[in-house]
């Protein structure tokens, strides 16, 4: 069977009324899971996974436009996160038995349906991307929503689907396809943005940090601190444990430390497991072959130090 | 008064005699001063440091690639550090009042003389590159002196200047203008090479780490340890703490640890304050404003472990 994740991103991360309607049509599926919704209230964005087969995954998604671009007026739209449309992205990832091809195939289906059926424009983006300057989301996201009214206009960023014209609620869509990306932040005891921002700059590649990161700061209302908010596109060639170790490294010259760190979405039990095999063999010690999958998410909690974890985030635990 | 710095690196770090006849022509002239010369002999390399007025370099540079083509024979040459010409590179990099476009043109003034003199092809190289594929030094080395008698009648490497055929001796020279560039090797209490290519791994970009950073592993014969050797292309995005600290961090996997380090050439002034600054933060302090050369220089020792250093190799205090 083939097996992808399916993670869109909606534009409405606190009425929880509006979420779950919204996310109905995802619930309670023949061929695939939802298997979580996590509702920021500062970024305002409802970050929604789905596992399973593709091809049952396409008409509701379809529906869930529907009600996104009914119930999502983004005009009325603020949050601590960059946007520019109600359902703001929809990435098609490779599990097990798919080509990133066929994800990118998927991809291209949906943005057909949805541009077609209620007038939104898609970019196409990652690995579907048709041009270079597509690649990376942030690049096309860049003006937001407020921005995109005009920069749709400018044929560079002609969308691949529909109109060269926002949605005037809905604005635009970026659907894609990539490799599994893990949302991660580091949570730092300072409310102070400008100590986030200047390790965030430390880190990621558009400043000069690593080939695989992008990261920025963040201000969490809730908790009156600050994080370093990042998407890491290549979890093997830039391990968690080289991400924490160097926030923490830069965090000191501030005389700020690292409090605890929260996966958004799903993680592979690999990305865990080669950070774990770093911190025992820094204490001398070996993982355990046989260790289990309770293990592995207990000791992501202590060492990792996830905070509001538990195994249903580990992607193998929901195959 | 237009200054830069020329580091013309040869491939010849053990016979000191003639290391000595070959930079004689670059001695005791007018214009510009023959900083420091470097002899490695694992490397079997000597890395030779002018500044000064460029105009008045070339022609002394000229006769001293006459005197390596003479005294060094590439096909009796073995090292530990890649190579392809008894003179393997010469980058121009302006340090006061000269234009990196200027460093370009006095790049391709000595690459036409030494080719139209001596027949040794030349490839222009870094900024001075004059196809993508001709910016990254390693790029244009890979296969190195053995290899280069094919690689050269590849159209796509037929040299910039002077015929497609190896000089039977010399080989052939990449000439180039740079931005300022920092040599710098940090040693290891092992001598696993495995361990320093593992290190080297995690922090170059083309595996995945720093953006600006080349690195390797190197087996010092005459210390018996092995060392990260680097390039670090833009010092202000990859600042030497935050390397020195990476290093650290990888290392401890392995029990390993930093013992020293070594800056090759010389170093810009604001490079040392720069991390210096970093270590003073952690504990709590700010480097003084008013901290003299001298001062910098004794740091540099103690707190960034730099082995084998002395003011000289401070850029500034030569000018």
Redesign the interface.
């Known amino acids: 069977m083939k097996i992808v994740q399916c993670v869109p991103n909606i534009s409405e991360g606190r009425n929880l009324e509006k979420i779950k309607k919204i996310i109905e049509p995802l619930q309670n599926q023949n061929g695939f899971k939802l298997i979580s919704y996590e509702p920021d209230k500062d970024y305002n964005r409802t970050v929604i996974t789905l596992i399973g087969d593709p091809e049952s995954m396409i008409i509701p998604l379809i529906s869930f436009f529907e009600r996104a671009k009914d119930l999502i007026d983004m005009n009325q739209h603020s949050g601590q996160h960059p946007r520019m449309g109600a359902v703001d992205v929809v990435p098609f990832i490779p599990i097990q038995n798919i080509s990133i091809e066929e994800c990118i195939n998927y991809a291209k289906s949906l943005a057909e349906h949805v541009s077609f059926m209620y007038n939104i424009p898609v970019f196409l983006y990652a690995k579907a991307a048709q041009t270079k300057d597509r690649e990376q989301l942030p690049d096309i996201r860049k003006g937001e929503f407020e921005g995109m009214k005009e920069k749709i206009q400018d044929p560079t960023w002609k969308p691949d689907y529909g109109q060269a014209k926002i949605h005037p609620t809905f604005g635009v869509v970026a659907i894609g396809a990539r490799l599994p990306l893990i949302a991660y932040n580091i949570d730092l005891d300072t409310n102070d943005e400008k100590v986030a921002s200047s390790i965030a700059k430390?880190i990621r590649?558009s400043?000069?940090?690593?080939?695989?990161i992008q990261a920025g700061p963040a201000y969490l209302q809730e908790r009156d601190h600050v994080q370093v908010t990042m998407n890491i596109l290549?979890y093997k060639?830039?391990p968690l444990y080289?991400i924490i170790?160097?926030v923490k490294?830069?965090a000191?010259?501030?005389?700020v430390h690292v409090t605890s760190s929260e996966v958004v979405g799903l993680i592979p039990e690999d990305c865990i497991t080669d950070s774990l095999r770093?911190y025992f063999?820094?204490e001398?010690h070996k993982l355990p072959k046989d260790i289990t999958m309770d293990q592995i998410c207990q000791y992501a909690i202590e060492i990792l130090k996830f905070r509001d974890f538990d195994i249903k985030k580990i992607i193998e635990a929901n195959l």
């Open positions: 430390a590649k400043s000069g940090g690593f080939q695989y290549d060639k830039n080289r170790e160097t490294m830069e000191k010259r501030y005389g770093y063999a820094v001398g």
